[in-house]
């Protein structure tokens, strides 16, 4: 196998297929976000960035059964 510049520059063995008809819209363009639409989902990003995720509460007893055995 030949070691030049344009061989090991090459990250795939085989070129990549063409992208799918799916990828490719054909309909009308959706419609820009409003300022208040932006503002909504710049307070829920920073809420959700900002409230912890709850945790499912674990009990003694789950952490002892197996110690008993």
């Known amino acids: 196998m030949s070691s030049t510049p344009r061989n090991r520059d090459r990250a795939l063995a ?3 297929p063409p992208a799918s008809p799916c990828w490719h819209r054909s309909g009308p363009k959706p419609t820009p976000l ?3 639409q932006q503002r909504h ?3 829920a990003l920073a809420l959700a960035l900002r409230t912890p995720r709850p945790r499912s509460p674990r009990t003694a007893h789950h952490l002892t059964v197996g ?3």
Do not use: G, W
């Open 14 to 16: 085989y070129p990549e």
């Open 41 to 43: 989902n710049r307070e």
């Open 67 to 69: 110690a008993d055995s």
């Open 34 to 36: 409003t300022p208040e």
